[in-house]
């Protein structure tokens, strides 16, 4: 017996500019569900971000700027 059998199988990662030919109708929706997602976590993080930047340069910005 191979231990290697054993091992799950990385789940499928979809990725940008992937042909999109070979997908289901559900396939193509769980993509669209999936990116959706990922949007709205990397916005969520950009916002984030620039209130952690702007929160910066009010605490550093020069007395009469």
Avoid: Q, Y
């Avoid at 559900?26 to 669209?32: K, P, Q, S, V």
């Avoid at 969520?44 to 910005?61: G, I, P, Q, V």
């Amino acid at each position: 017996m191979d231990w290697d059998d054993e091992k799950p199988k990385p789940p499928k990662v979809a990725s940008i500019g992937e042909n999109l030919e070979t997908h289901s109708v559900a396939e193509l929706e769980a993509r669209i569900s999936a990116f959706t997602a990922e949007i709205e976590r990397v916005k969520t993080e950009l916002a984030r971000k620039r209130a952690h930047e702007s929160a910066a340069a009010a605490l550093f910005k020069k007395a009469g700027d």
